[in-house]
């Protein structure tokens, strides 16, 4: 008699790491219905499953809803933002002279308003049409709708780029920050607000994960100079281990 034989597929090998190219992780914590594992090369956070970019794109794409008036304040924490940005900006004016700014994922624009009060040259990027438009009509700020790479800025255009809790939502992290790189000027500053791995739980995306990584100094650092960049300072703090840190270009 021929003996029956049953097969199992195997489950695909995960995917290696996008800073240190190991394949090796464990599952560190479960947020809503998502997993999140730990590299145990460099110790980054991943989502998985790791979700399409074409089905993020869509989840992000606002351009059925209604446009927001420009008169009311859709946050609902207008003054918080004023005291929180113009304080980060302090920091930045500390370190870099006032010119021209991107702000990545300006959303309602709220940065880039105060830094138009002080004389900078703004501009911004975001994904949302909704405020994107919300964010020209009440402050006359300049923002492309769409990813950064479709934006095509000029080489060596800006002065300053800042990504406000945005890093984490980048399906290619170092494509963003090597596009950051060739949009700045040779001494120009990248500042990245992010929150940190231990601030996952507060974070749950029950339909869509948009948190695609968490970083902690050290794996931030790694992506940073991976890119070309060098760490120029560390701002730590701002909730749950949200670090900010302000990266400068070079070797």
Same mark, same amino acid.
């Given at each position: 008699? =021929?003996?029956?034989?049953?097969?199992?597929?195997?489950? !695909?090998? $995960?995917? +290696?790491?996008?800073?240190?190219?190991?394949?090796?992780?464990?599952?560190?914590?479960?947020? #809503?219905? /998502?997993? *999140?594992?730990?590299?145990?090369?460099?110790?980054?956070?991943?989502?998985?499953?790791? !979700? &399409?970019?074409?089905?993020?794109?869509?989840?992000?794409?606002?351009?059925?809803?209604?446009?927001?008036?420009?008169?009311?304040? +859709?946050?609902?924490?207008?003054?918080?933002?004023?005291?929180?940005?113009?304080?980060?900006?302090?920091?930045?004016?500390?370190?870099?002279?006032?010119?021209?700014?991107?702000?990545?994922?300006?959303?309602?624009?709220?940065?880039?308003?105060?830094?138009?009060?002080?004389?900078?040259?703004?501009?911004?990027?975001?994904?949302?049409?909704?405020?994107?438009?919300?964010?020209?009509?009440?402050?006359?700020?300049?923002?492309? =709708?769409? !990813?950064?790479? &479709?934006?095509?800025?000029?080489?060596?255009?800006?002065?300053?780029?800042?990504?406000? /809790?945005?890093?984490? %939502?980048? %399906?290619? $992290?170092?494509?963003?920050?090597?596009?950051?790189?060739?949009?700045?000027?040779?001494?120009?500053?990248?500042?990245?607000?992010?929150? =940190?791995?231990?601030?996952?739980?507060? *974070?749950?995306?029950?339909?869509?994960?948009?948190?695609? *990584? *968490?970083?902690?100094?050290?794996?931030?650092?790694?992506?940073?100079?991976?890119? #070309?960049?060098?760490?120029?300072?560390?701002?730590?703090?701002?909730?749950?281990?949200?670090?900010?840190?302000?990266?400068?270009?070079?070797?």
């Amino acid at each position: 008699m =021929t003996p029956a034989l049953a097969a199992v597929a195997p489950e !695909p090998a $995960p995917p +290696p790491c996008i800073l240190c190219g190991r394949s090796q992780s464990s599952r560190a914590v479960t947020v #809503g219905s /998502h997993d *999140y594992v730990r590299c145990r090369g460099c110790g980054l956070l991943s989502v998985r499953p790791f !979700p &399409d970019i074409h089905d993020l794109l869509s989840f992000y794409d606002d351009r059925s809803e209604s446009f927001v008036d420009p008169s009311v304040d +859709p946050s609902g924490e207008d003054r918080v933002h004023r005291v929180r940005f113009a304080e980060e900006l302090d920091r930045i004016e500390e370190h870099c002279r006032r010119g021209r700014v991107l702000d990545i994922g300006c959303a309602w624009g709220f940065f880039l308003a105060q830094c138009k009060e002080r004389g900078w040259d703004t501009e911004g990027v975001d994904l949302s049409h909704v405020q994107a438009d919300y964010a020209g009509r009440r402050f006359g700020l300049d923002v492309f =709708t769409g !990813p950064l790479q &479709d934006a095509r800025f000029p080489a060596g255009h800006f002065d300053v780029v800042t990504m406000w /809790h945005v890093f984490e %939502h980048f %399906h290619d $992290p170092l494509g963003a920050l090597r596009e950051v790189k060739r949009v700045l000027k040779g001494d120009g500053t990248v500042v990245i607000a992010a929150p =940190t791995p231990i601030s996952a739980p507060d *974070y749950v995306f029950e339909s869509m994960p948009l948190h695609l *990584y *968490y970083y902690d100094e050290d794996t931030l650092g790694l992506a940073l100079r991976l890119a #070309g960049f060098r760490v120029a300072k560390v701002f730590r703090g701002g909730g749950t281990g949200a670090a900010a840190l302000m990266k400068k270009v070079g070797i």
